[in-house]
């Protein structure tokens, strides 16, 4: 119970450990996702470029077949 100056109590509810940790679980998974997304990108990224060096690489190819 709180005490006021007035003299009337009124009850307080603590959030407890519970709440502290699920808010600091959330934090934590909203971090994930956030360096997931991040992963994902750079792995895009990384394809695209292979794909680019594919391509590179078949006109290498075709220009020394040709010769």
């Known amino acids: 119970f709180f005490q006021a100056a007035d003299g009337i109590r ?5 959030r ?14 909203k971090a994930m996702l956030g ?6 990108g750079y792995t895009k990224a990384m394809l695209g470029y292979k794909n680019e060096m594919l391509v590179y690489k ?9 010769l």
């Open 58 to 66: 078949k006109e290498m190819l075709g220009l020394t077949e040709a």
């Open 16 to 29: 407890g450990l519970g709440d502290v940790y699920k808010r600091q679980m959330l934090g934590y998974t």
């Open 35 to 40: 360096y997931t997304k991040v992963m994902l």
């Open 10 to 14: 009124a009850l307080v509810r603590s």
